[in-house]
C-alpha cells in the first residue's frame, strides 16, 4: 500500500497573524515552515497539547524561545493546517477560543470561536456566561426566522444557532463577526440586507448531497468554501510568495462565486459582470492562470490578456508575477489592445502611425477639415465630431454611398439624403488629411488589422483571450478579438461593469460575433468599500440607464459590501484656500490619528490641471505628494496620491478625497457645445461613471469637497 504524502495547508488568519509579528520572527517562521511542510512528522517538530483548548485537534508548535504555532493536527489521517502563529500566551489564549471543524451540511472546514467551553475548564459563574447573545428587547422581532436546519446549511455552527435566533437587529449581528466563520457570517449578512434565502443558498449551501465525514480533512480541504480560508501551497515557490506578501491575500484565496468562473469548462465565451470591488480583475487572473495551467494546454500556444488603457495593463502584468511561475507567464501576453492593433499593423507593412483625439496631427487633420462644413446647415460644430465617432468610424464608412446606407440608430439630430451628401466631404477630408501624414484613427487601424485576418495575410490566433475592462472596448474591437481566438470551448472570458464606463463606448457583444447565451454571470459581494461608500457612489447613476455589453440592462441594487463603515464626509467651502486648507488638515488627521500611510491616501481631481493646483496648495503647507502618472503607483515611493478621475481608475486607496467637485467642473464644461439631446445624455451619464469611477476607489474613507458653486450631482 502506497502512502499518499502528508497534506499541509495555511490558513488565512496564519498569514494574518504572521504579517504582524516581528522581522526577526518571521525569517524563524519561515524557516520552521518550509521544514514542516517537507516532513510535518520530522522528530524535532514537538505537538504540545494545549490544556483548556475548546478543540482537542489543536496543538503548539515550537518556532523559537518566545513565539509559537497554532496547528490543526486531528487524530486520523494525514492533514495538517497551521491556523496560527504568536508570543507564548497569547498563542495559546486564541487556541483556548478556538475551534476548526468540518460543518457537517456544508463540508467546509471552518474556524471560529467556540462558545463551548472543554469538559477539564471551570464553566463559568452561573448567570455569567462566557459569550451571551445580545438579549433581545421584549417587543424586539428575531432578525432571522430560520430554523436550525437552515442555519446549519447556511454554514453556522450548532454552538451558535441560539445566539443567532436571538438576534434583532443589523447591529447585533455585527457585534458576532468574529465568533462566526466567515462564509456563515457572510451568508447572514447578505440574508439581513435583503437578499433571498434562496440565492444565499445557491451560493453558500451545501454544493452537493453527498454526505460529509467530518473526520475527512483532506476531502474538506477540497471543497471551495474551505479553499476561500485554507490553501495547500503547490510547491516551495508559492510557499514562499504567500509569505512574502502575507496580506495579498487574492493571490490564494477566491470566493467560491469566484472559484466557480475561474476553475471550469465553459463551452464557449464567458461574460462576468461586477460593481466595483467585486473582484473581477482578480477573477480574470486567475482564470488567466488555470488555465495556462492545465495539463491539455497545447504546446506553444498563448493566451491573450488584454484591456483598454496601458496603466491596467502594466498592474496585471505585475500581478500576474505574483500567481504564475515563469512557465505560466511565457504562454501569457499582456498587452492593451490599442498597442496590440498598433504593433499587429505595423508588423503587416502598414506604417502609418495611430493617433487619438487630442493628438496634435488629429487635431491638425480635424481643423483642416472642418473647413468643408457646409454653410447652410444649422448644427453645431460638436455634431460634426460626434457624427465621426458614432458612425463613420464604428461602421467604417468610406465612401458618400457607404454614408446613405449607414445607420444613425441612436443619433438625436436627422439627417435627409442631401444633407448627408453636403457633410459627406468633411469625413472624406478627415481622412486624406490624417493620410497625408501617415497617420491613423485607433478604429481604422482596428479594422485593418481584422481584414489582415480575414485575407490570411497574417494567420495568428491565441488559444484563449481574457478581457478586462470590458466595458470600454467597441464592437469592433469585439470583432478584432472574435478573429484571434478559434470558436471552442474556454475561448474568450469577459469581465466588466458598464457603470464604470467612463469613456462613451457601448458595445454589443452578439453584434461582435461573441455569442455568451448561457453564461452571463454576476459577481455581487463588494470587498473594496464600505457599505455606505458603496451606497453613494451607486446613488450618482440612480435611475441612468446601464447595459450588460450584450444589449440588455444591468442593475446595482444586488451588490452588497460586508461593512458598514462611517457615512462619506461631503464638503463645501466659500473658496478654494478654504479647501485647500481643511483638505490638509484632514489628511494630517489620518496620517496622525488613524495611522494611515500617506501612500494610501488620493486626492483626486477631474483634470490634470486641478491635479496641478491641489499638489501644490499640499506642497505650500508641508505635505509630501506623488503625482501618479502613466507609470504603475509604487507604493514604496511616500507622499499623498494625486490623481485624474480617468487614472485612479483600477486602483485603491484606504482613504480618497474627491476635491473641486465645483460647477462648470463636475460635469466639465466642454469647449465644445452638442445640440444632440441623445448626446447629452450621454456625455452627463460618463461624467456621472466618472465620479462613480473615483468614489469607488476608496476603501474605508470617502471625502468629496468643492468650493464655490457646488456641483449638480451634489
Known sequence: MTNLAPKIALGSDFLTAYSRIPKKQQRSVMNFVTRFRANPRAPGI???????????????????????????????????????VDKHDDAYDWAARHRCEINPRTGALQL????????????????????????????????????????LSLGVPAGHLDAVQQLTSDEQLETMERKLPVEAFEALYLLAAGTSLHDILQDYGPQSSETIDTSDYASALERSHSQRQFHVPEDEQELGRMLNAPLDKWRVFLHPTQRSLVERDWNGPVRVLGGAGTGKTVVAMHRARWLVSRPDWPKNANLLFTTFTSNLALDIRENLKAICTPEQLQRIEVINLDAWVSQFVRRNG??????????????ESWNLAQGLRPSDLDVHAQFYEEEWQRVILPQQVRTRQDYFLASRTGRGVALNRRQRADIWPVFEEMRAQLARRDAITAEDAIHQAIDILRQGQDSRQYHAIVVDEGQDFTAQAYSLLRHLAPEQPNDIFIVGDAHQRIYQRTTSLRASGINITGRGRKLKINYRTTELIRRYATALLENQPIDDLDEGSDSSHDYRSLVQGEAPVVQQFGNTQEETGWLAHQIRELIEQDEIQASDICVVARTNYLCEQYEQALQDQGLETWRLSRERDNRQHPGVRLATMHRIKG??????????????????KYSGHTDDPVEQRLGELTERALFHVAATRAMRHLYVSSSGKPSPFL
Do not use: C, M
Open 350 to 363: 502598414f506604417q502609418s502611425r495611430v493617433v487619438y483625439s487630442g493628438n496634435p496631427l488629429y487635431q
Open 651 to 668: 486602483l485603491e486607496f484606504r482613504a480618497v478625497f474627491i476635491v473641486a467637485v465645483n460647477d462648470q467642473v463636475v460635469p466639465l
Open 46 to 84: 514537538n505537538y504540545e497539547v494545549i490544556r483548556h483548548a475548546r478543540d482537542k485537534n489543536l496543538r503548539s508548535v515550537r518556532i523559537d524561545q518566545d513565539y509559537r504555532g497554532i496547528v490543526l493536527s486531528p487524530e486520523q489521517g494525514d492533514v495538517y493546517v497551521l491556523l496560527w
Open 112 to 151: 471560529y470561536e467556540s462558545e463551548t467551553l472543554p469538559e477539564d475548564q471551570p464553566q463559568p459563574a452561573a448567570g455569567k456566561p462566557e459569550y451571551a447573545a445580545p438579549q433581545p428587547q421584549p417587543a424586539a422581532n428575531p432578525l432571522f426566522n430560520l430554523d436550525s436546519e437552515t442555519l
